[in-house]
Structure formats: structure tokens, C-alpha cells
């Protein structure tokens, strides 16, 4: 037995859903970040710099995270623009 097959397995990191409050592994969430300069943002990619909140891909999530979750967890007031941006990707999700 080597060293590499000896080594227990990583754990996953966990994240909470701003909208229905379950924690998940990371993976299974879509992050929105905010940045100083662009605004609030999904970040498919996980890995933009800036503050992030995390959602599932469902439309009860998001709808509950659009009446103000999000905007607490970021730590920033969602504009017009952003929320806008956000709403269309809702629903884009199934």
C-alpha cells in the first residue's frame, strides 16, 4: 500500500443557501459575489474576487434571496440593475 492510497479523503467545503438556509457542498451551490466595481454578479466559475453569497439552483432559493438575503449577505443594497441581472438568470433555472 502506498503513501498516495493511505491518505483519507479531503472533505468537501460547505456552504449555507441564503434562501432556504440547508447546508450543501459547495459545489452544489451558485455563488453571487459582489465586487467593488461591477456590482452584484452569478459567478458560474466560483472563483471572481469579491464578497459571495450562495443559492441552489431552484427558483423558491432565489426568490426568497431577491427579498433581501441576498443584499444581507453581501452587505450591500441591491440595485434596480442588479436585481434585474439576478432575475433573469432566475429564470433561466427549470
Not at 443557501?17 to 453571487?32: A, E, F, H, S
Request: overall charge positive; aromatic content about 4%; proline content about 3%.
Amino acid at each position: 500500500m502506498s503513501k498516495k492510497d493511505a491518505q483519507p479523503r479531503r472533505k468537501q467545503p460547505q456552504r449555507t443557501c441564503v434562501g432556504c438556509r440547508t447546508v450543501q457542498d459547495k459545489r452544489n451551490l451558485i455563488r453571487i459575489v459582489r465586487t467593488p466595481a461591477e456590482g452584484v454578479h452569478v459567478d458560474l466559475t466560483g472563483k471572481m474576487h469579491g464578497r459571495g453569497a450562495y443559492l441552489h439552483d431552484q427558483k423558491a432559493c432565489w426568490e426568497k434571496g431577491l427579498k433581501g438575503s441576498i443584499s444581507k449577505a453581501l452587505r450591500v443594497q441591491l440595485t434596480e440593475e442588479d436585481r434585474e441581472r439576478l432575475s433573469a438568470y432566475m429564470l433561466e433555472l427549470e
